[in-house]
């Protein structure tokens, strides 16, 4: 069929009905093979130049000198070129998918389908909005005494985070690029927010530059983004102080929310691309819709399993890019859904609860776990009775609960932690967070790890890892310290402690530097100092921090990171396996580059069960096998081998299933 002929039959089927679909392409061109990255081509050299020096530096941070990855590399322009001389128009480019999106009708469909570099085709999902954001107008004005900046009625909702404190010691954001995903912004007028960072703003509804109302909004559309906005970082004293008030800003208008619309995740993902290459350090979201359409082509409880949705997909894209990435769990506790919804379902998002001023899990507060069995939310903040700024006004307020209100604020102290040791990867960011939150010992599927708290937080030590030395930093925040009495204390072995002074590096700041040891020894320590009047502190209470030399994480309540080689796979664990008790079998295995991991489980008989292939960048992978196969049995009894290919190695390992 001649291509003049494709153009006459595409237009004479416009009036069939389209939805929109994703289009998935084979391979990013001729030049680039998803093993190999070619420095040299043009592709890899567009991919590095599409980057902002500060995407470069985080980038670089996180995941060390390969920075770039196949995703990165931009869809093979002949494959769009092909696709739009069909009289197709493409909506939205998602270089990490190898995706484009656009309107399609059956006919459309059956030809694109049929083109030899389309992988698949697959239905943009739709969200239905559902505004049960609660919200009222409220212009009281309260003032308070005894804290550096007047919080008005916005004091409850920070202080139950220990917010306030950490502005007391002067960090409340600075350096940090923090991006916002949601309806809208009417920033540019309100006293709360017009003096704000704001370096790039769009609109991908309309695709243009203008994030506030416009013409076809409803008048509501950027209300719920202009409070969340207010929540994270107004400043208005007095009134309304956010913990991030510091910061710069990336907004994007992300949602449609007119009733007879709905919200499509290609914006979502378009959205988080576009921050990540202007060099986001931390994004929030605080979607307005909590729950799927009915329809067979939206998503299930079973799809909240951290790698099917596009919006959990790309969250987990932004994460290994060294982003630290933050959403609301939702309000569907008083549904029948119950549960999170996405992207709080990605694996290393910070997911956020709802409490009220007290303490008390709000009822609307999605719950735990993922449909995988993993911990959800993360974390709670306060979400009740939240108070911020009004959208279409100069200097009115509302109060407002839900899960929206919580996240912004749990965001706005990753920012603090941030901005107070700028060295912090986003893997130590959410261990820190997790760590210091008020549930940390014993987390729950209602909390998590509990009340996120700014003090705590940025009191936890972390480590800095210098040339090939590890540095440890801990802020001690009380008054009058004997600096000759801060104290790192070794634990040597059972009944053996060893102290060794730690050295003032700033006002708060204490340091220590470890001495070389080897990779992959168990480090446990506490730290002790005292005031002048003599008053001991012991950090932590009781027990003791613990690392594995190599790593850069410190443990308190969780488990401890062990330290991998490069390119190192591990045996499975459990082993024997049982489904029906453990849920998934998982191996660890570490990458130092951009790679490719390739695994087949076979059974006893030589019969290949599943096949997976994982892209890779530097750091730590967990692979996971839930006992089905391929085909969508639960596999027998029986002994199976994993063959992998990796690294340039072979390697293969054993695993006995039982059911």
Known sequence: MSKSVLIILFFS?????????????????????????????????????????????????????????????????????????????????????????????????????????????????????????????????????????????????????????????????????????????DWKYHEALQNKDVIAEYDFVFNDSVTANQSGDIQSQDRHGTYVFSLLAGSTDSIVIGPAFNSSFILAKTEDIRSETQVEEDNYAAALIWMESLGVDITTSSLGYNEFDNNSSSYSYSNMDGRTTIVTRAVNLAYNRGVSTFT???????????????????????????????????????????????????????????????????????LGSGTSASAPIASGIGALLLSAFPHLKNEQIRNIILESSSNSSNPNNNIGY????????????????????????????????????????????????EPFQMIKNDKYDYVYTFP?????????????????????????????????????????????????SYNDVSDFFPNPFIPADHKKAQLRFYSSENDLFKIFIVDG???????????????????????????????????????IQFGGKEYGRKLVLLK
Request: aromatic letters at 14%.
């Open 13 to 185: 089927t416009l009036i069939i009905a389209q939805e929109k679909y994703f289009i998935y392409f084979k391979d990013k061109g001729p030049e680039n093979s998803y093993n190999q990255l070619n420095k040299n081509s043009v592709s890899y050299q567009e991919a590095l130049n599409s980057l902002t020096e500060k995407a470069v530096e985080r980038r670089i941070k996180n995941m060390g000198e390969d920075y770039i990855t196949y995703e990165d590399l931009k869809i093979y322009a002949d494959y769009i070129s092909e696709i739009e001389n069909l009289g197709i128009k493409i909506l939205r480019k998602l270089n990490w998918f190898n995706s484009v999106s656009a309107y399609l009708n059956p006919e459309q469909i059956e030809v694109i389908k049929n083109l030899p570099f389309v992988e698949a085709i697959e239905p943009v999902k739709k969200l239905s909005y559902k505004n049960d954001f609660k919200y009222e107008t409220d212009n009281s004005f309260l003032k308070l005494s005894g804290t550096t900046y007047n919080y008005g009625a916005a004091f409850k909702q920070v202080n139950l985070s220990d917010i306030p404190f950490i502005h007391s010691k002067n960090i409340s954001g600075q350096n940090v690029l923090i991006g916002i995903l949601d309806s809208g912004f």
């Open 328 to 398: 609301s769990a939702g309000n569907e506790g008083y549904t029948r859904w119950k549960y999170i919804t996405a992207p709080a379902d990605a694996y290393k998002i910070i997911s956020v609860g709802a409490v009220d001023e007290f303490g008390n899990i709000a009822g609307f507060s999605s719950r735990g776990p993922t449909y995988d069995g993993r911990i959800k939310p993360e974390v709670v903040a306060c979400g009740v009775d939240d108070y911020g700024a009004l959208a279409h006004t100069e200097s009115s307020y509302m």
């Open 450 to 497: 509990g009340i996120i708290s700014a003090r705590n937080a940025i009191e936890f030590p972390n480590l800095q890892k210098i040339s090939n030395e590890f540095i440890l930093h801990k802020m001690i925040f009380e008054d009058k310290i004997k600096e000759s009495t801060v104290n790192i204390v070794f634990k040597i072995a059972d009944d053996l402690l």
């Open 516 to 564: 070389q040891k080897n990779n992959g020894d168990l480090l446990q320590f506490y730290i002790t100092y005292s005031d002048s009047l003599n008053n001991f502190y012991r950090k932590p209470e009781s027990g003791f921090y613990k690392f594995v030399y190599g790593t850069e994480v410190i443990s308190l309540n969780m488990e401890i990171q062990q330290y991998q």
């Open 605 to 643: 008989t030589g019969q290949k069960v599943i096949e997976r292939n994982i892209n890779t960048v530097p750091g730590i992978y967990v692979f996971e096998w839930d006992g089905y196969s391929d085909k969508g049995y639960l596999c027998a009894s029986g002994v199976y081998f994993a063959l």
